[in-house]
């Protein structure tokens, strides 16, 4: 197996309603659609991967589940950054892949039954305060912003103790605008309010 180890920024848009039903029943509660279509970026601040640096570059995560995630049978695909030279794609590829050991392949070994390969686009990831934005032309793009907390301190409201695979606790965020057209994966979504978290991440195999 591999030796890698990267950490950096998360974000997330599903078009489950607000509060997506995996945080409060462990995944075993039943989706607020047919399907859960959810669309992970990750942005790599401190990443190494076999002696190959990967700092600055990011990847996405596109899925399509079921009724209830933990159930399996997902649709799985991948992009990674047009940014990264041959080798840095290539490990990119094989972390968000799961080929390379981690949470992804966590993922891929016990949820993923239809892999739907792997992408090469520019990723744009901006944070603004409360606000989070990803673009990925020809793919997917999507715009959230933390639920703010009540006490006024520019902090979004947390889920903590959670099971997810990118953090444990997560801030808790509502999806402005939500498409995906790339994969075989196709949703559409604006004004709706939907689900959406970011937190620091780190993995390593």
Known sequence: MADWKISGEYMESCNCDYLCPCIYTNSLGET?????????????????????NLDGLSFAMVIK?????SEGNWAYGVIVDEAGD???????SAIASGEAGGAPSMI???LVDDFRGVEVKAIDFVMDGLKRS????????FRIEGVASALDNGEPLYADNTPHPANSRLALARTQESHVHCLGIDLDM????????YAPFTWAA
Not at 32 to 52: H, I, K, M, Q, S
Not at 86 to 92: D, F, M, V
């Open 32 to 52: 607020t659609n047919d399907n859960c279509t959810a669309l992970l970026v990750f942005r790599v601040d401190d990443g190494n991967y076999e002696g190959v």
């Open 65 to 69: 589940s079921g009724k209830v995630m």
């Open 86 to 92: 041959e080798a840095q794609r290539a490990a990119l």
């Open 108 to 110: 891929r070994d016990n």
């Open 134 to 141: 990803v673009s990925i032309p020809g793919a997917l793009d």
């Open 190 to 197: 604006s004004e709706k309010g939907n689900n959406g978290h």
